[in-house]
């Protein structure tokens, strides 16, 4: 399964959201596409057309991030929002998903992830 992670430049991402991906999800069962890993910035719109799931970390509003979402909505593809306990995502993103998650913690945000990537495979069994 391809996963492309949605989100803002205006957090750590690398070390809250990068990293715990990457340790936890070490077994390479999954491609995740990081798309700010190492500084690169690739064209989203065929990168997205090519996914399985997006999973946008929404807890800081982003221009990026509601293009993607866009992307990703008129291709058919799955997404999957989370947002950080004491943050508030913008309502507008229950337009596209209904999949709206809070997490508290590191674990939380990966179990959203497990399901998320569970739900797909069992549809698609």
Do not use: Q, W
């Not at 077994?27 to 690169?40: K, M, T, Y």
């Not at 008129?74 to 943050?87: D, E, K």
Request: net charge negative.
């Amino acid at each position: 399964m391809r996963i492309y992670i949605s989100h803002s430049r205006s957090f750590d991402f690398d070390n809250e959201l990068y990293s715990p991906i990457r340790k936890h999800f070490s077994d390479n069962a999954h491609e995740f596409v990081l798309p700010h890993e190492n500084g690169s910035d690739d064209d989203t719109k065929s990168v997205i057309a090519t996914c399985d799931l997006v999973l946008a970390e929404v807890s800081f509003p982003a221009i990026g991030v509601g293009i993607e979402l866009g992307r990703a909505e008129a291709a058919g593809i799955r997404i999957v929002c989370v947002y950080r306990t004491g943050t508030m995502p913008s309502p507008s993103l229950r337009r596209i998903t209904d999949e709206i998650r809070e997490y508290d913690s590191e674990a939380a945000l990966l179990r959203i992830i497990d399901k998320g990537i569970e739900d797909i495979e069992t549809v698609n069994d």
